[in-house]
Structure formats: structure tokens, C-alpha cells
């Protein structure tokens, strides 16, 4: 008698301790709206950084000279202590770009390993009429590459942090390392908390 008290004493726990657990909601709201939650690094910070990047490489000097340059991505830096995905902002920056149709844009490393192993395998199981051309690849121009830094500056009680982060990308000519163009953007935080933890 004891232990079946002891079973229904455990079950009917369990589904209290269930039931008083912490309920949640989802909302679904404009992909475009500001959200900041943490003070982190977020969506709202890499469409800043993809919109006044393009505008800035799109609108620069190097572009003025030049006939169709053929741009790739190489490596954007993440140098921060945060989990930040870089590719998130530098996709947007590539849409842009493409949809402007004053710069090409090739594949990056990744996407290439794709395509050539693609490339390879219709030589073997293509028709001749719809395979692929082997050494057919635009060769690029331009290097786009860079980093994002950040620095947080707290007061000594904790409860009140700026964060900053500045974002540098570069455009670098292939052949002859010249820069072409070196953009920055900039963004800067005030969080308030009671007590934090940085």
C-alpha cells in the first residue's frame, strides 16, 4: 500500500511540477524590424553592415574605371568573442552586388569544390552535346575580404556596457595586391542591466 501511495504521490508530482512549467508564446513579426535582446551582435547589425556596404562599393571610385569586374569572396574574419556568422551579411552584400549587374561575381572556394566535382562527373556520364567545358572558369578580378572587431567597455558595478563593433572589408586586386577599396561601418551599443554578467 505504501508503495503504490509512493507511485501516485510521484505521478501526480510530476504532472504538477509539468504543468506549472513556463509557457511561451511565438509571434511572427517584420523580418526587417529592429530586435535587440542581448546586446549581441544580431540581424538588425549585419543588414546595417550589407546595406551601407554595398551602397559604399557600388558608388566607389575603383568601380568608375573598370568593365564588368568579376569580384570573389574570400575569408571575412570573425575576431570577436562572439558567435557571429558572417556569412549572413555578406550573402546580402553578394544579392546586391549581382542584382546591380555592374559587378560579377564567381564562386567561392566551397561553392567551387561543388561545381568541379559536378563538372568531372559529366565528363564521365554527360552526352557530349550537354556536358560541361573543362578550363572554362571566369577567372576574378578582385579579392573581397575582412574582419569584424569588438570591444566592450563596462562600468564597475556591471550595469552598464557600451558595445562596439567596427567592420572592415577590403577590396583587393588579384593580380597586382593592390587595395581597391576599403570599407568601414561602425556600430555602437549602450546596454543597461541590474546585475550582469560580461
Known amino acids: 500500500m505504501t508503495f ?31 530586435s535587440d ?16 556596404m554595398t551602397s559604399d562599393i557600388l558608388s566607389a571610385a575603383w568601380l568608375q574605371n573598370e568593365e564588368s569586374p568579376v569580384l570573389i569572396v574570400g575569408d571575412i574574419r570573425n575576431n570577436t568573442t562572439e558567435h557571429i556568422r558572417t556569412d549572413i551579411f555578406i ?14 561575381i564567381v564562386a567561392d572556394p566551397d561553392q567551387r569544390a561543388q561545381i568541379r566535382a559536378e563538372r568531372d562527373d559529366q565528363q564521365q556520364h554527360a552526352s557530349y552535346e550537354s556536358a560541361a567545358s573543362l578550363a572554362q572558369e571566369l577567372g576574378a578580378d578582385y579579392m573581397l575580404i575582412g574582419g569584424i572587431e569588438a570591444n566592450v567597455d563596462k562600468n564597475l558595478d ?30 555602437k551599443k549602450m546596454i543597461e542591466r541590474n546585475k550582469v554578467k560580461w
Open 37 to 52: 535582446l542581448s546586446g549581441n551582435w544580431n540581424d538588425t547589425d549585419a543588414r546595417m553592415v550589407a546595406e551601407d
Open 91 to 104: 550573402k546580402e552584400i553578394e544579392r546586391a552586388i549581382v542584382n546591380s549587374q555592374k559587378v560579377e
Open 4 to 34: 503504490i501511495r509512493f507511485i501516485l504521490t510521484t505521478v501526480i508530482a510530476a504532472f504538477l511540477f509539468w504543468g506549472c512549467g513556463p509557457s511561451q508564446s511565438v509571434q511572427r513579426v517584420d523580418p526587417a524590424s529592429q
Open 158 to 187: 556591471g550595469t552598464r556596457a557600451a558595445k562596439f563593433y567596427t567592420v572592415n572589408l577590403e577590396l583587393i586586386n588579384v593580380e597586382s595586391n593592390r587595395k581597391a577599396w576599403i570599407g568601414n561601418k561602425k556600430i
